[in-house]
């Protein structure tokens, strides 16, 4: 009997959270429609998502008229306010401070240069963290913080275990914060950069949203990637997937910031570009990496021959990686993100052929090459609100 009652809570969990998730990620769905999507009957959808307002997570809001003749329904939204997460993308060069809300807009509040003593940067952070909630406690609904990390983390322990570039190393990021901000009831989580890029792009772009397996690359100062494998994240063994920047293009290249030699990175980073451009050119005006690159793009639109050259010997390296990429995963996209997705447009229909000629040819020749629509920023800052509400979701129990 207590058997019984157990699965029948957990049960009722379990659909509570698939409805919320549902109307979080499908704006206007109408309750015919969770009943159709989810397989549940009507009156457990009506009873769930009348508590789900009853709670004040979810609202209706007017009518949706649908295809089918009469089938009209009333269309169901989550409320901005009703959940709020503190939003944080640790950068190479700078960190940002945000806020995040239940229907995954996005308000940023603060940009700091990344501070590169990891020390002194937490402690930075705790002070912005506490300026944060002193300002925003009062009027907003704070349920936790979310982390966007350039490198790879161990989440449950709450760890930096490697961000190469900052020269970070088992840095106790979670401990740190949990012990020195001012409220001691928000959750903490914090997730790679490239994998909460992969998250906005499969919640906000409806070119991948329906796909199964994705490849995202994350080009910045170093290449990450993230991989999305019959309809999930795909972690690793430990946690640590996804890294193919450093795959091995030329064993005598370059040493790369893991210590190895000739990794992809050092090919096709934006740091490595812009480098390639000036130690043949002029210098490139900016202030940083990310500045620089756009200056080099620029000038490929002006007609530059030297920027197209590096442009194009860039599109070539990328596209061996890729294809590398496409012959052992197979997948039916690639997304190029991260600044990546600054890239023209000319340029991405050259790496497409080049990866079709140069991978096998029944892999090459569906795979699909694409530009991340969300920028580098917003990209993780976005991973980050859809990873805290999912953690949101999953924690109140009813
Ligand atoms: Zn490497």
């Known amino acids: 009997m207590k058997h019984t009652r ?123 963290l506490n300026d944060i909630l002193n ?113 091995t293009i030329s064993e005598t290249g370059a040493l790369c910031h893991c210590g190895n030699r000739g990794c992809w990175e050092t090919f096709v980073s934006i740091d490595s570009v812009v480098t390639s451009y000036e130690l043949s050119n002029n210098s490139l005006s900016g202030s940083n990496y990310k500045e620089k690159y756009a200056n080099l793009l620029k000038r490929t639109e002006q007609n530059d021959i030297n920027a197209k050259k590096i442009l194009n010997i860039m599109v070539h390296n990328l596209a061996i990686g890729i294809s590398n990429v496409v012959n052992i995963i197979n997948p039916h996209a690639i997304v190029i993100g991260g600044i990546g997705e600054k890239i023209p447009e000319n340029y991405i229909d050259q790496l497409q052929v080049e990866v079709q000629h140069s991978s096998l040819a029944f892999a090459g020749k569906q795979i699909k090459i694409m530009k991340a629509k969300i920028d580098i920023d917003r990209a993780c800052l976005y991973g980050c609100t859809i990873t805290a509400m999912e953690k949101f979701t999953d924690i109140v129990t009813i």
């Open 6 to 128: 157990i699965n029948a809570a957990t049960m009722g969990q379990m659909n509570r959270n698939m409805i919320f998730k549902l109307i979080q990620k499908t704006p206007s769905i109408t309750r015919r429609e969770i009943s159709k999507l989810t397989g549940l009957d009507p009156s457990t959808v009506t009873r769930i998502t009348t508590k789900l307002m009853d709670e004040g997570f979810v609202k209706e809001e007017g009518e949706k008229v649908t295809n089918q003749p009469g089938r009209k329904g009333i269309s169901l939204f989550p409320i901005k306010d009703a959940a709020v997460s503190i939003v944080i993308k640790i950068g190479i060069e700078n960190t940002i401070f945000g806020l995040g809300y239940l229907d995954k807009t996005l308000e940023i509040i603060e940009e700091i240069p990344t501070i590169r003593q990891s020390d002194m940067f937490l402690t930075v952070c705790v002070e912005k």
């Open 135 to 247: 300002k925003y406690s009062k009027d907003k609904n704070i349920i936790g913080i979310s982390f966007s990390i350039p490198g790879i983390v161990e989440p449950n322990e709450g760890k930096i275990i490697t961000a190469p570039h900052l020269n970070w190393n088992d840095v106790k990021l979670k401990s740190t914060i949990e012990e020195n901000i001012e409220r001691k009831d928000l959750f903490i989580i914090m997730t790679n950069e490239a994998r909460l890029s992969l998250l906005s792009e499969i919640f906000f772009n409806r070119l991948v949203k329906n796909l199964q397996s994705i490849v995202y690359i994350f080009i910045s100062q170093g290449v990450g990637g993230a991989l999305y494998l019959n309809g999930k994240i795909y972690e690793g063994a430990t946690n640590s997937s996804g890294e193919i920047g450093h795959m």
